[in-house]
């Protein structure tokens, strides 16, 4: 066991040491600022995306699902001969329609079974893309079409923010050190954040007057739109005083 003044100056020195550490620790955090910048562009969408359903009843189960998959497989076979479209499988679902039988202690009865099945393309070529749709309108329904921004491209578009938004940061850094009179600055901590991308909603097409595209396969004027891609840089500066 260690005597007395030797544990006292032990001690003494511990605290001593303590007091350094929160003093630098409270230093390190002397005249620090923390700022945010953010810059944002609009990016025309690139592509473009279109479902289509084919819906169907039928009092045989078996008989309906092999028209749904004729009706579908027939469509997929036309999609695929146009080049630049890429086709896949939505969902498919069937469910019982009912019957109620008034004074029947059984309860409402399946007189029949609904099925639907969607099939979703998606193209670049905007042209390509809606002359299809228009032609398979004559056998298929709309379900909806919306428009995005390729991967690759809102890729492209936040590299380039990204440098924006950091040259934004440090301009607003250097305002805010000439505001405080300060020489200079030195960064502390610096994140960047993507963000701000707004998906484009569904354009239902149920409701549209689709008759004479129906019948004589016209091709729709196509209006892509844009959506608002964003990056924030948030941060912290040290202002140097003189």
Do not use: C
Not at 215 to 240: L, M, N, R, W
């Amino acid at each position: 066991m260690l005597p007395l003044p030797r544990l006292a100056a032990v001690l003494l020195l511990s605290t001593t040491a303590l007091l350094s550490v929160t003093a630098v620790a409270e230093e390190a955090r002397y005249n620090q600022v923390a700022l945010r910048a953010e810059v944002n562009q609009e990016i025309t969408h690139d592509l473009m995306h279109v479902t289509l359903y084919s819906e169907a009843q039928d009092s045989d189960p078996a008989a309906l699902a092999a028209q749904i998959s004729n009706t579908l497989n027939a469509s997929i076979a036309q999609a695929r001969k146009v080049k630049g479209v890429s086709v896949s499988s939505g969902s498919r679902n069937s469910y019982p329609v009912y019957a109620e039988n008034k004074g029947d202690d059984k309860g409402p009865q399946i007189t029949a079974w609904r099925e639907r099945a969607e099939l979703r393309l998606e193209s670049a070529d905007f042209s390509a893309l809606s002359k299809l749709t228009g032609q398979m309108l004559q056998t298929l329904k709309m379900g909806d079409m919306h428009f995005s921004i390729a991967d690759a491209t809102r890729k492209t578009h936040e590299d380039a923010l990204l440098k924006d938004a950091v040259a934004a940061f440090k301009a607003r850094a250097q305002l805010a050190t000439e505001a405080l009179g300060g020489s200079g600055y030195k960064l502390v901590n610096l994140s960047l954040n993507t963000g701000g991308f707004q998906p484009p909603r569904p354009m239902r097409m149920e409701a549209m007057k689709g008759a004479a595209m129906m019948d004589a396969a016209v091709t729709p004027e196509i209006e892509a739109g844009t959506s608002q891609v964003s990056i924030s840089a948030d941060g912290v500066i040290e202002v140097q005083m003189p």
